[in-house]
């Protein structure tokens, strides 16, 4: 059992999260829900959650001055991306609790890391090398090839990773990404992805959201869907499994998103994890009764993780930035002809500006059943062009 000092924080107390951007924002209201004061660390002075937290300090991750006044208003501290700097949250965990910690934070970092945690725990994952020399990306073994080449720190959204075909085109690749340490996965040919997000408090009680169902464009992801008969049983459950084997394997606090993908031979592979609430869990804060961003909160202020209850088909789409240029010229989206359909739930996350691959909000179509969602979903796409 859990002997975090101070736990369970009462509300009234003030939680701190590093990182201002929609995901902190999203952690600020469902803590602000639940009573807490909140404190957010980001340069931006018009940060998404700085501009709704009842303290925001403008600072850079690593600005000593700044942590040290992070530390000061706030009683736990949380982060809402996985490229803080590690040494940020270890310095800060001198001071206040800090979950997850610096090693878990700095394990996801890394593809490299995050793999060899993975292979610990059993879970497998695609084929793959590291390169990080000529002579590594020499002896690259055939089979690797075709496959995607990932950076092994600071990718996301399929930035910094290229599909290369053969060694030809491997060397190019690697020159791109300016020869920094990468992994060569081999490219599996998916029938889909899927992810897991895991609550794990400080005594290791574990908790999680249905298995959820991706569709990516463009290395973003476009669409989650989750409900009955969207992931078949058997698969759900052993994505469920490997996600609490890879939080428990961490000694997890917190919430954990493990990404995986569906072969066409029905297989599982690991894909990545994130140290913290995930863009595929947003269909949680209106298709279930406890949402990410609400397990997140319990985590850090050392509630009781109720397990969520998922209570409507749920349908999430991305709202990108492209969507303000769809017709041209820029233009706000038609939201009131999309909140006019059953079930819209819009979330806007307060950036003053949109570009293309942006993520400047989302949507989620809740439903009794798979085909209404479906169908109220289609319409909204066809009304934002
Ligand atoms: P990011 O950190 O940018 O999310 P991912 O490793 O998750 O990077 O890759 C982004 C997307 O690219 C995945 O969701 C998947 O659609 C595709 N992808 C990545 N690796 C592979 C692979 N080894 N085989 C096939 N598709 C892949
Ligand atoms: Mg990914």
Not at 61 to 83: C, K, S
Request: net charge negative.
């Amino acid at each position: 059992t859990s002997s975090v000092p101070g736990h369970p924080l009462a509300p009234g107390a003030t939680l701190g999260v590093m990182g201002g951007g929609q995901l902190g924002r999203m952690f600020v209201h469902a803590a602000q829900r639940l009573g807490y004061a909140t404190a957010v660390l980001d340069p931006d002075e018009a940060s998404p959650a700085g501009l709704v937290s009842h303290h925001h300090v403008q600072a850079g991750y690593l600005d000593e001055a700044g942590l040290h006044r992070l530390a000061q208003v706030a009683d736990a501290i949380t982060t809402e991306f996985e490229n803080v700097p590690a040494e940020a949250l270890t310095g800060l965990a001198e001071r206040r609790f800090v979950a997850p910690a610096a090693d878990a934070v700095s394990v996801a970092q890394d593809r490299t890391k995050e793999k060899a945690h993975f292979t610990r725990c059993g879970v497998p994952c695609a084929p793959n090398a590291l390169i990080e020399t000529p002579g590594q990306l020499a002896d690259v073994p055939d089979a690797l090839l075709p496959g995607v080449l990932k950076t092994a720190r600071l990718g996301y959204d399929g930035k910094g990773q290229v599909r290369v075909a053969d060694r030809a085109a491997l060397a190019k690749a690697w020159d791109e990404l300016k020869r920094v340490p990468c992994v060569l996965e081999k490219l599996l040919p998916l029938a889909s992805e899927i992810s897991v997000v895991v609550a794990r408090g400080a005594d290791g009680a574990m908790v999680h959201l249905p298995v959820q169902k991706n569709l990516h464009r463009a290395g973003i992801l476009a669409v989650t869907e989750v409900g009955e008969g969207v992931v078949p049983g058997a698969l759900a459950q052993q994505a469920i499994e490997s996600t609490r084997a890879i939080a428990q394997g961490l000694d997890y606090v917190g919430v954990l998103c493990v990404e995986f993908f569906v072969l066409q031979d029905g297989s599982l592979v690991v894909n990545e994890m994130a140290p913290r609430p995930h863009n595929s869990g947003h269909w949680s804060m209106d298709g279930a009764d406890v949402s990410q961003f609400e397990l997140q909160v319990r985590t850090l202020a050392g509630l009781p993780l109720a397990a969520p209850r998922q209570h409507s088909h749920a349908i999430m789409l991305n709202l990108l930035g492209d969507l303000w240029f769809a017709s041209g010229a820029e233009r706000t989206p038609p939201w009131a002809d999309v909140l006019a359909l059953p079930g819209a739930h819009l979330h806007l996350y307060g950036k003053a500006s949109a570009r293309p691959g942006r993520k400047m909000g989302h949507l989620t179509f809740t439903a009794a059943d798979a085909a209404q969602a479906r169908t109220t979903a289609l319409r909204a796409c066809g009304l934002l062009g």
